[in-house]
């Protein structure tokens, strides 16, 4: 079954910290991974998309990695700030089907305070 | 930004009620979804569509329909509203399939929140 697990399911830290949020997938045969950031009540904006020949992806202070092999994702966020707090979702498509099927994790809340 | 935009952002209905929510895009993309989402929970495909005249249904059962008569629309209806179908519900369009490679973002709207009472 095609799954995509996320860790920690929340998280609170100090504005000015790193975090590191996880993604664990099934999903097969693979195609692309995306992570996103969900404010809370908005619709989710794209961050990184990453395919199976990259292993890393930076968009600013958001660094994202892929281990293909594990099926294995990180978002990294480095110096955080208080508009981070947001749920990070990762997404996982795959190959095959005519979609290009996406699979949602349900996210990390992330909440940063002062 | 994405040029994608959901009506009306927040509604309550009474049970029984029809309701249309509306979503435009003015990026050109051909595909373009509709997704279910509760507080908490991920988002489930309810609603797809490959262009215009072209609708599919999602991995989510929805009592929900959709119409494709013009690139830029694909509104969703509830022809009788029941509590059950509170929920956030997220437009969302892309150029290419989700499973084409980088420089395919999928963009979505700011999402509906409706609530049937």
């Known amino acids: 079954k095609n799954q995509v697990e996320q860790s920690p399911q929340s998280l609170i830290i100090l504005e000015g910290k790193n975090c590191t949020l996880q993604c664990n997938y099934t999903v097969s045969p693979f195609s692309n991974l995306r992570w996103y950031k969900q404010d809370t009540g908005r619709g989710p904006v794209s961050l990184t998309i990453m395919t199976f020949s990259e292993n890393t992806k930076s968009n600013g202070r958001y660094t994202a990695t892929l281990d293909a092999d594990t099926k294995q994702s990180s978002l990294h966020i480095t110096a955080s700030q208080l508009s981070d707090s947001a749920s990070y979702i990762c997404v996982v498509s795959d190959r095959g089907s005519t979609l290009g099927r996406l699979y949602f994790g349900r996210g990390t809340q992330l909440t940063v305070w002062p | 930004e994405a040029d994608i935009y959901q009506t009306p952002r927040y509604l309550v209905i009474g049970t029984g009620k029809k309701i249309t929510l509306e979503c435009s895009q003015t990026m050109g993309h051909d595909k373009m979804y509709w997704y279910q989402q509760d507080p908490g929970m991920e988002l489930h495909l309810i609603h797809y569509s490959y262009g215009v005249n072209s609708t599919e249904k999602g991995d989510l059962s929805s009592e929900s329909t959709v119409s494709r008569i013009r690139t830029e629309h694909f509104p969703l209806t509830l022809e009788s509203a029941r509590p059950s179908h509170t929920s956030q519900y997220l437009c969302?369009?892309?150029?290419?399939?989700?499973?084409?490679?980088?420089?395919?973002?999928?963009?979505f709207g700011e999402g509906s929140w409706l609530t049937v009472v």
């Open positions: 969302a369009s892309s150029e290419y399939d989700a499973d084409q490679s980088s420089g395919n973002t999928i963009y």
